[in-house]
């Protein structure tokens, strides 16, 4: 991190910080108790007590930032450790391990992964030597399973040679069918698996303790939301998630946690905008290449990476909707 003060802000740089602030939309974050990383560790806010979240970048996946594109966390009971994603590469899944090391010597029982995309799991290698149960969605080994091959290519190509050394492949060895409760020791952690949503393999986990909601990629804030899934079921699983009474979310993407039901405001008005259009050019004869120029581009400007992402999004929303 650079620790140039860099140059003096004029009157003027404030009043253009000031009005650009003003023209982003509201997303209310929870005040969280940021941690001195310890000594090659990433760095974490305790969210609520005994509940820590590492908030990854919001940028494309490169040698500089090793894979550190998501949001990780953990939970320390009274007699174990769960890790919630483990991040993008087994280069900062260290650090993620050296983070929790740093915070209690309790055992890591459960590794637990929201969904297979490999900015969340890519760091699973690094904690098998814990002897965890490797939890996830039912339907995740499969879907990991069948675009492995193709995550480990893209994966070396983007992080390079050295930040990609010790990725692989870890499948769960405890799937969640339905709903399933781990006891860590004076808490219990809830995994609920999802419908077809931002993947087919999404899952939840609430902290008993503290009412605290890890929502994986159902839920994006800043970084424009990414669709692997199917939008009608997002946009459905959406309606259900403002119902919640959480204290306080994690999200996949974005701040280290933040409040119902804002928090998923700007996610529900993406999608029901590239729904809407998708319908209305469907309806009026027109092509995806239509679609992919014109489809959800009002949104643009209120999301980062919306350049990489958006076009794929319009593409499955309409290879869905076409159907209807």
Same mark, same amino acid.
Request: hydrophobic share 45%; with cysteine; aromatic share 6%.
């Given at each position: ?5 860099g ?20 997303l ?20 609520a ?16 930032n090793?894979?550190?594109?998501a949001n990780?966390?953990?939970v320390?009971?009274s ?15 260290e650090r993620?391990?050296n983070?929790?090391?740093?915070v ?9 992964n929201?969904?297979?995309?490999p900015?969340?799991?890519f ?7 814990d ?13 990991l399973?069948?675009?492995a091959?193709?995550y ?8 390079g040679?050295e ?16 709903k399933?409760s781990?006891?860590?020791?004076g ?6 698996t ?17 009412n605290?909601?890890?929502?994986g ?5 800043v970084?424009? #939301?990414t ?7 997002? !946009? $459905?699983?959406?309606?259900d998630? %403002? @119902? /919640?009474k ?6 996949g ?7 119902? #039901? ?8 993406? !999608? $029901?905008?590239?729904a809407?259009? %998708? @319908? /209305? ?12 120029k ?16 958006h076009v794929?999004n %319009? ?10």
């Amino acid at each position: 991190m650079c620790n140039d003060r860099g140059p003096r802000l004029t009157r003027q740089d404030f009043l253009r910080a000031s009005l650009a602030l003003a023209a982003v939309p509201l997303l209310r974050a929870v005040p969280a108790h940021a941690a001195a990383p310890a000594p090659d560790s990433v760095e974490l806010s305790e969210i609520a007590p005994g509940v820590f979240v590492h908030q990854g970048r919001v940028e494309m996946q490169s040698l500089e930032n090793e894979g550190d594109m998501a949001n990780a966390g953990f939970v320390v009971g009274s007699e174990s450790v769960a890790v919630i994603d483990t991040l993008g590469s087994a280069v900062v899944g260290e650090r993620l391990r050296n983070a929790v090391r740093a915070v209690t010597d309790k055992p890591i029982r459960y590794v637990i992964n929201t969904h297979m995309h490999p900015d969340h799991v890519f760091g699973n290698a690094v904690f098998k030597e814990d002897a965890p149960a490797f939890v996830a969605n039912h339907k995740l080994a499969r879907g990991l399973g069948s675009r492995a091959e193709r995550y480990l290519a893209t994966s070396k190509r983007m992080l390079g040679e050295e930040a990609f050394q010790g990725i692989e492949v870890v499948l769960p060895t405890l799937a969640v069918d339905d709903k399933l409760s781990l006891d860590l020791g004076g808490r219990t952690l809830l995994l609920e698996t999802q419908r077809t949503a931002h993947t087919d393999n999404d899952l939840t986990v609430t902290d008993s303790a503290t009412n605290t909601l890890f929502l994986g990629d159902l839920l994006f804030s800043v970084h424009v #939301p990414t669709l692997d899934g199917s939008i009608k079921g997002w !946009l $459905a699983l959406l309606d259900d998630l %403002v @119902r /919640k009474k959480a204290a306080r979310v994690v999200p996949g993407h974005g701040p280290h946690a933040m409040e119902l #039901p804002e928090a998923l405001t700007p996610e529900q008005r993406y !999608l $029901a905008t590239i729904a809407a259009d %998708v @319908r /209305k050019l469907i309806k009026d004869g027109k092509t995806l290449e239509d679609a992919t120029k014109t489809a959800g581009f009002s949104e643009r400007d209120a999301w980062k990476l919306f350049d990489h992402y958006h076009v794929r999004n %319009v593409t499955a929303a309409f290879a869905e909707l076409e159907w209807e």
